[in-house]
C-alpha cells in the first residue's frame, strides 16, 4: 500500500473529530472536556495493523489530535476499534489500585460477508461484490435493521460497507453495549436461527422479501438454468413433503421456476404451500451472518472511515434507507479521494447522525435515572 497516499489520507481526509465524537457517545471532545465524559474515549482500545500481518493491539489516545497525529505518523494499513475498557489501555500495565484491566462496554456488532453467498449467486464468487450482489447485502442489511428495531428495541444503528466483500453493523444503544459475552452469544444466534425459531422475525422478512426472491434468485442470478443450483432448491421441496421429485433445467430459470411454482400451488393444503414457499425465499434470502464476530465484547472490528489494504476503498456509514442507491463501484478511495474525485461528505454526514441519535438516547437514559442497566436481568423486548 502506498505509504504516501496513507499519509495524506489520514492528514487532509480522514474525519478523525468525526470519529472521535461517536466514539465518545456523541459528545465533541473538543466541546465538552468534563473528565467523566472525556475518560470514556480515553479507555476505548485501537488497534493498528501494518503490512506483513503485524498487528498492534490495546492502543489508547486522549484526544482526537493525538489518534490523527499518530495515524500520519504509523500509517497503519488500517485500524479497528474494540471495547472500552475499565482503565485506559495504554495505562494497563501500570500498577492501579485495586481496579482490574477489563472491557466494560463495546458496541453490539454484526458482521455479513458476500463471500457467504457463493451458493445462491452466479455473478461472482468470493470477495468480489457487483451491483447485482449488492442486491443481496442490501436485503440483510434492511432484515436485520429492521429485527434489531422492532423486536430489541435497538434505534442507534450504524451500518458501514466494509470496502470490499461486507458490511458492518455497530448497534450503539446503552443496553446493546452492555450486553455481556453470553447475551451478545445468544442475541446473535438468535438473529442467525431467523424465521426458524421466530414468528416475529417471519412476518419482517415476509414483509422485505414480497418478489425480491422472482428479480433476484430467478432473474438477476439465473440460479435455475444450472442443474445442480436447481436440485438444492428441489431438495428443499422434498424435505417439506417427503417425495422424491425431480426437475430438469432444460429452459430459462424463469421457465423452471414457473413450473417448480405450479407444482407447489397443486399441493391442497395452503398452510403447506406457505411454509414450502417461505422456506424457499428463507433459505436464499436470509441474511449469512459471520456470527463469532459478534460474540465477545472484547472483539475487534475494522473502523468506520478506516482503508481497506486490498482494494484502497474507505470504509463508509451508510444510511439503510438509501441502501437500494449504494453504488459499490462509487465507494471513495485513497486515489479517487487523492485526485479529488471521490468525496467522503456524504458519509461523514450518515456518522454524524448516528452520533446525534447517541448523544439524545444517553441524555434520555441519564434523565429516566436508569444508567445502572442490569445486564443480567436482561430480556429482549419481543
Ligand atoms: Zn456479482
Known amino acids: 500500500m502506498n505509504s504516501k497516499l496513507l499519509e495524506n489520507y489520514y492528514r487532509n481526509f480522514f474525519p478523525c473529530n468525526d470519529l472521535c465524537r461517536w466514539l465518545n457517545l ?66 494497563r500495565n501500570r500498577k492501579q489500585k485495586k481496579i482490574k484491566y477489563e472491557p466494560v462496554e463495546r458496541e453490539f456488532v454484526i458482521d455479513i460477508d458476500m463471500s457467504d453467498y457463493d451458493k445462491v449467486r452466479t455473478c461472482c464468487s468470493g470477495a468480489v461484490v457487483c451491483q447485482l450482489c449488492w442486491k443481496f447485502l442490501e436485503l440483510a442489511w434492511k432484515t436485520i435493521d429492521n429485527i434489531l428495531k422492532e423486536l430489541f428495541g435497538f434505534k442507534v444503528n450504524l451500518w458501514v460497507f466494509s470496502g470490499r466483500r461486507g458490511i458492518h453493523c455497530w448497534v450503539c ?84 421456476w414457473a413450473e417448480i411454482l405450479d407444482f407447489i400451488n397443486s399441493q391442497l393444503d395452503q398452510q403447506k404451500i406457505d411454509e414450502i414457499k417461505n422456506k424457499i425465499y428463507f433459505s436464499y434470502l436470509y441474511p449469512r451472518l459471520d456470527i463469532y464476530v459478534s460474540m465477545e465484547i472484547s472483539n475487534l472490528l475494522k473502523s468506520p472511515f478506516s482503508v481497506h489494504p486490498k482494494t484502497g476503498n474507505i470504509s463508509i456509514p451508510f444510511l439503510v434507507e438509501l441502501a437500494e442507491e449504494f453504488r459499490v463501484d462509487k465507494v471513495p478511495n485513497l486515489v479517487g479521494l487523492n485526485a479529488g474525485v471521490d468525496d467522503l461528505a456524504p458519509h461523514i454526514k450518515v456518522l454524524n447522525i448516528i452520533s446525534d441519535k447517541l448523544k439524545e438516547c444517553c441524555r434520555k437514559k441519564r434523565n429516566r435515572k436508569t444508567a445502572n442497566f442490569d445486564t443480567q436481568n436482561y430480556v429482549p423486548k419481543l
Do not use: M
Open 26 to 91: 456523541g459528545i465533541d471532545l473538543k466541546i465538552d472536556d468534563s473528565t467523566t465524559r472525556k475518560s470514556y474515549f480515553e479507555r476505548r482500545e485501537f488497534v493498528f495493523y501494518y503490512h506483513g500481518d503485524i498487528y498492534c493491539r490495546h492502543i489508547s489516545f486522549s484526544s482526537a489530535d493525538e489518534l490523527k497525529e499518530q495515524l500520519i505518523h504509523d500509517k497503519p494499513e488500517k485500524f479497528g476499534i474494540g471495547a472500552v475498557y475499565s482503565l485506559p489501555p495504554k495505562l
Open 173 to 256: 444503544d446503552s443496553e446493546a453495549r452492555r450486553l455481556s459475552d453470553f447475551e451478545r452469544k445468544s442475541l446473535i444466534e438468535f438473529l442467525n436461527s431467523g424465521p426458524n425459531f421466530s414468528i416475529y422475525i417471519l412476518n419482517i422478512c415476509r414483509a422485505i422479501f414480497n418478489n425480491r426472491f422472482e428479480e433476484i434468485i430467478v432473474k438477476d442470478q439465473k440460479l435455475f438454468e444450472n442443474q445442480e443450483r436447481l436440485d438444492e432448491c428441489v431438495k428443499i421441496i422434498n424435505s417439506q413433503l417427503g417425495t422424491t421429485l425431480k426437475f430438469a433445467a432444460k429452459g430459462t430459470s424463469e421457465e423452471t
